[in-house]
C-alpha cells in the first residue's frame, strides 16, 4: 500500500506561481514513476506531467509545456510539480498519482492516486 499526499494548492492571481508537493509513503520500495493529473469542473481529468523514480526522464502535457516543471527527491519521498506563468485555465484540482511501470500515463494505468489539491488562478 502506498499513500500519496498532496499540498501546496490556494488562490493566486494570473502570472503568479505555485508549487505543489506529493508526499508519498507507506511501502515505497517498488520504483514507481510519479505524475500529476488535473481536473476542471465539468471535464475530464487530464495528464499534467510526469517524473520516473530516478527523475532521469519527464514528460509534459502540451498545455503546461515550458510553465511547469516536475522533480522529485526521493530522500524525502517527494514529488513537486512547480507551476509558473499560471493562468486562469490551470484551475482545477490537481492528483498525485503512482505508476509502477511508468511507461503509460492514462487514468487506466494508475495504481495510487492522492486525494487533490485545490488550485484556482484568478484573473
Known amino acids: 500500500q502506498v499513500q500519496l499526499v498532496e499540498s501546496g494548492g490556494g488562490l493566486v492571481q494570473a502570472g503568479d506561481s505555485l508549487r505543489l508537493s506529493c508526499a508519498v509513503s507507506g511501502r515505497t520500495s517498488s520504483r514507481y514513476g510519479t505524475g500529476w493529473f488535473r481536473q476542471a469542473p465539468g471535464k475530464e481529468r487530464d495528464f499534467v506531467a510526469a517524473?520516473?523514480?530516478?527523475?532521469?526522464?519527464?514528460i509534459y502535457a502540451e498545455t503546461v509545456k515550458g510553465r511547469f516543471t516536475i522533480s522529485r527527491d526521493n530522500a524525502k519521498n517527494t514529488v513537486f510539480l512547480q507551476m509558473n506563468s499560471l493562468k486562469p485555465d490551470d484551475t482545477a484540482v490537481y492528483y498525485c498519482?503512482?505508476?509502477?511501470?511508468?511507461?503509460?500515463?492514462?487514468?487506466?494505468?494508475?495504481?495510487?492516486w492522492g486525494q487533490g489539491t485545490q488550485v484556482t488562478v484568478s484573473s
Open positions: 498519482a503512482a505508476s509502477l511501470y511508468g511507461s503509460r500515463w492514462r487514468e487506466v494505468d494508475i495504481d495510487y
Open positions: 517524473i520516473s523514480w530516478s527523475g532521469g526522464s519527464t
